[in-house]
């Protein structure tokens, strides 16, 4: 009699795989099950323990993922950019100004245009540092 053990496909929380037997010869049902529940009962306690310690890993691993923070990788698009480093360039922080400025083509108000320029400040901070620091650098005077 040859038996060949195939084990079967799981989630890892389920319980421990049985273990299915293939007998090539003619043997009774009862023999089968017998040698099945045997094979069971030595093997269960050994893969609930690593199925607990498998399932305890990856706990710790999906806490530690979830604690991290996220980049913001919110972008604006080059048209806002220029169009917020235009109003800037003219007007200061002059918000009313800004909106009544010819370039304010979908007529945005003081308040919208302030958060533009706000979510540009956030968004792009190094970019926005460095174009305030070319703002109040000393323009070369022609002489």
Not at 1 to 15: A, C, K, N, Q
Not at 27 to 56: E, F, G, M, W, Y
Not at 96 to 114: C, F, G, L
Request: glycine share 2%.
């Amino acid at each position: 009699m040859v038996w060949i053990t195939l084990p079967r496909i799981h989630h890892i929380s389920s319980s421990p795989p049985l273990f299915f037997f293939m007998c090539f010869c003619s043997s009774s049902v009862t023999t089968k099950r017998l040698k099945l529940r045997q094979h069971r009962d030595q093997t269960l306690p050994n893969h609930r323990a690593a199925a607990h310690l498998i399932c305890v890993f990856v706990s710790a691993e999906l806490h530690e993922e979830a604690g991290r923070p996220e980049k913001d990788t919110k972008t604006l698009s080059s048209d806002l950019i220029e169009y917020a480093q235009y109003m800037i360039r003219e007007h200061g922080d002059d918000f009313k100004a800004m909106a009544r400025d010819e370039k304010n083509y979908y007529q945005d108000t003081p308040k919208q245009i302030k958060r533009k320029i706000n979510e540009y400040k956030r968004c792009h901070s190094q970019h926005y540092d460095a174009f305030i620091s070319s703002l109040a650098a000393p323009k070369p005077t022609d002489q």
